[in-house]
């Protein structure tokens, strides 16, 4: 198993330019998270899918757009990267938003804004 | 006030002593809660989950205060492979919110 596995690992993008973090479990669990963590301020949830079909957001949803593809797969867009969306972003995913919050995160993307 | 607050650190102790840190919760609904650990520049893994009787891991223990709205995290004789931050976190209101983390180094 190789658990939750997020691409690309580092990004650098000048401001205004787009693109797409793609993370993907392979658990089988139900519900996928998108978090970044900035220093000093914590995980923050960006957004999140409590079940395949279904996106809610989460505590800083503006500039992210979501795709939850299927079961296995849920993507973050960036359409126009900004300098302080520079940050490390973790995908993550747990078995059910209801019953069990044990989340698994994936390793991560570094993520820089010029 | 955050839903979850923790004192960032850093700890600083030797080798083989016993640590203990806090996190309080102002979300009296919270409902679980949880310990993290992260490495530096690595992703959050789940250390234990913190139930209302208390929780033990070997050397680790963790306690759940609903009346002071606050759990803690002891770990006994600590190694320098401990040395990381700990994240707590509480859930509530169908989302989870994380603390900022305490930052814990094991010097020899």
């Known amino acids: 198993n190789a658990g939750v596995t997020q691409t690309p690992k580092f990004q650098v993008l000048k401001t205004g330019q787009s693109m797409t973090l793609q993370c993907a479990q392979d658990m089988n669990h139900n519900s996928m998270y998108w978090y970044r963590q900035d220093p000093g301020m914590g995980l923050r949830l960006i957004y999140y899918s409590a079940s395949e079909g279904t996106t809610d957001k989460g505590e800083v949803p503006n500039g992210y757009n979501v795709s939850r593809l299927n079961k296995r797969e849920f993507s973050l867009r960036l359409e126009s990267a900004a300098p302080s969306q520079t940050s490390v972003y973790f995908c993550?995913?747990?078995?059910?938003?209801?019953?069990?919050?044990?989340?698994?995160f994936g390793p991560g993307t570094r993520l820089t804004v010029t | 006030r955050k839903e979850v607050e923790q004192d960032p650190g850093p700890f600083n102790v030797p080798e083989g002593a016993t640590v203990a840190f806090n996190c309080t919760y102002s979300n009296s609904a919270s409902q679980s809660f949880f310990w993290y650990r992260q490495d530096c520049r690595k992703e959050p893994k789940l250390l234990m989950s913190?139930?209302?009787s208390g929780n033990e891991d070997g050397r680790f223990t963790a306690q759940l205060n609903r009346a002071s709205q606050y759990i803690s995290l002891l770990i006994r004789d600590s190694k320098l492979s401990d040395s990381a931050t700990y994240l707590c976190?509480?859930?509530?209101?169908?989302?989870?919110?994380f603390g900022s983390g305490t930052r814990l180094s094991i010097r020899p």
């Open positions: 913190v139930y209302s």
């Open positions: 993550a995913s747990s078995e059910s938003g209801d019953s069990s919050y044990e989340q698994y």
């Open positions: 976190a509480g859930v509530g209101a169908s989302k989870i919110i």
